[in-house]
Nanobody, 118 residues
Framework: QVQVVESGGGLVQAGGSLRLSCAAS????????MDWYRHAPGKQRELVAG???????NYEDAVKGRFTISRANAKNTVYLQMNSLKPEDTAVYYC????????????WGQGTQVTVSS
């Protein structure tokens, strides 16, 4: 079994910064993509940023230039550095980890709340 745990959320004023962390543990032979999603009240869950095993990254347009995703493969950990935060970034942020070789299994964390006040 694989466990995924996020941390680093909280309350911050607009313009501030937060760094989210997500660590995967358990029966892990290989991790492929690691992604951050967010779910705001009244909206659908959306992909915020993703990073492949090779380090290629992709971002939602609304966060480009403000958020940076990175990973530490030796620690099975992915980070999301969030700068210049806006009230519309308020959401529960979830980490998704794709584990396996060839075929993958998805594992999700419990989510961490990010609240940006105006």
């Amino acid at each position: 079994q694989v466990q995924v745990v996020e941390s680093g959320g909280g309350l911050v004023q607009a313009g501030g910064s937060l760094r989210l962390s997500c660590a995967a543990s358990g029966r892990i032979f290989s991790i492929n993509a690691m992604d951050w999603y967010r779910h705001a009240p009244g909206k659908q869950r959306e992909l915020v940023a993703g990073i492949s095993s090779g380090g290629s990254t992709n971002y939602e347009d609304a966060v480009k230039g403000r958020f940076t995703i990175s990973r530490a493969n030796a620690k099975n950990t992915v980070y999301l550095q969030m700068n210049s935060l806006k009230p519309e970034d308020t959401a529960v942020y979830y980490c998704n980890v794709k584990v396996g070789l060839g075929s993958f299994s998805d594992y999700w964390g419990q989510g961490t709340q990010v609240t940006v006040s105006s």
